[in-house]
Nanobody
Framework: QVQLVESGGGLVQPGGSLRLSCAAS????????VGWYRQAPGKERELVAG???????NYAESVKGRFTIFRDNAKNTVYLQMNSLKPDDTAVYYC??????????????WGQGTQVTVSS
């Protein structure tokens, strides 16, 4: 059974840091591409950062220079390092991954979400 599990959320003060993890497990060959999304109460889900299979990255303007997405292929894990956090970053963060299941088959998965709260 293929699973995508997020971890690392929590409560942090403004200016603080958190690192989110998105780990894929089960019968997969690799993680092809990943996007980190977030959804705040009353708002639509938005793309925060993405990384491709060859490590090209993209970021929302609101997090550029503060967030970094990177991957550890050996662990089938993608991380989101979040620095200089602001109250506006408060949201549930979701990992969305395109997984390579076989040499010719991919499938898209969502994680269960992890809460990030930035507050003093």
């Amino acid at each position: 059974q293929v699973q995508l599990v997020e971890s690392g959320g929590g409560l942090v003060q403004p200016g603080g840091s958190l690192r989110l993890s998105c780990a894929a497990s089960g019968s997969i060959l690799s993680i092809h591409a990943v996007g980190w999304y977030r959804q705040a109460p009353g708002k639509e889900r938005e793309l925060v950062a993405g990384i491709t299979n060859d490590a090209n990255t993209n970021y929302a303007e609101s997090v550029k220079g503060r967030f970094t997405i990177f991957r550890d292929n050996a662990k089938n894990t993608v991380y989101l390092q979040m620095n200089s956090l602001k109250p506006d970053d408060t949201a549930v963060y979701y990992c969305n991954a395109l997984l390579l299941l076989t040499s010719s088959r991919t499938k898209n998965y969502w994680g269960q979400g992890t809460q990030v709260t930035v507050s003093s």
